[in-house]
């Protein structure tokens, strides 16, 4: 019968099992002799396997979905034979990947645990306690399995749900504001725009009151002098009467002297009457300036609230 020889590296380990060994043979980087049809070889890897421990959405104490990221290296533990077989037993004969994607699943599980026992505040205060609790947990349970942990550490990359909460509140809040400062600025251009239409009233009202005065005072002025006018004739009248009646040149001389006051003091009361008329119309302009004033101030407040709100 034919015999070959079957060797594996110091990164391997190889079991021989079949005819003469019971119930397999480990061999860790070396060579045996194999008979064909009565003996089987298998190989398993001693390699490191970094794993990328990753949690999508896993949750606090407080329910508090997280993302976490951790990185984990681990082996088949190769310096004690009972942890070696004990791999050999679940892994022998399975390829690199399929044992690194058992160890990942093992670790995940313990992250998720050990984060489901703490809050938010314990991990990103404690980054070092939340790796070394996963490193615990998950060690004793690949251990089981011939893995040992070689170094582990975690740390936290964002908490998903507690800033998407953050980010709708904080566009609420800004969209009330804006509705806030809209109905302000509407409530704005109504009291400027009630505003402009006293204002607007108030000239007319002024402007009509102006009219009537410029009407009115020169009527009264034309009616005073006449009425002077009507007082002095009718003075001069009554001196002539007087005069031919007494025919006294004293008497005369005082009708004359009473018909000269009596012009002067309507003259005066002219003169007045003009007075106030252009003293009522000075009035009136300055009144018409002063609305405009104020009309020109309404409008570049109005300027300023539109330009603020846009």
Known sequence: ?????????????????????????????????????????????????????????????????????????????????????????????????????????????????????????????????????????ASADLLTMGISVIMSFAFVVVV?????VVVVVVAAVAAVAAAVVAAVAVAAAVVVVVAVVVVVVAVAVVVAVAAVVVVVVPAVVVVAAVVAAVVAVAAVVVAVVVADVVADVAAVVVVAAVVAAVVAVAAVAVVVAAVVAAVVVVAVVVAVVAVVVVVAVVVAVVAVVVAVAA
Request: hydrophobic share 45%; proline share 5%; charged share 20%.
């Open 160 to 164: 998903v749900i507690v800033v998407v």
């Open 1 to 137: 019968m034919p015999l070959f020889f079957a060797t594996c590296g110091p990164d391997q380990v190889m079991a021989i099992s079949g005819c003469g060994y019971k119930p397999y043979r480990i061999i860790q980087g070396g060579r045996a002799i194999i008979m064909p049809c009565f003996q089987k070889v298998q190989k398993m890897p001693l390699n490191v396997f970094t794993l990328n421990v990753q949690s999508p959405k896993a949750y606090t104490h407080h329910g508090v979905p997280v993302i976490v990221s951790g990185i984990a290296q681990v082996k088949i533990n190769s310096q004690n034979e009972d942890m070696l077989r004990q791999a050999c037993e679940l892994f022998m004969g399975k390829k690199a990947e399929e044992i690194r994607n058992i160890a990942l699943e093992t670790m995940e599980g313990h992250q998720r645990a050990i984060l489901a026992r703490m809050t938010v505040e314990e991990i990103y205060r404690d980054r070092k306690k939340f790796a070394k609790s996963v490193f615990e947990v």
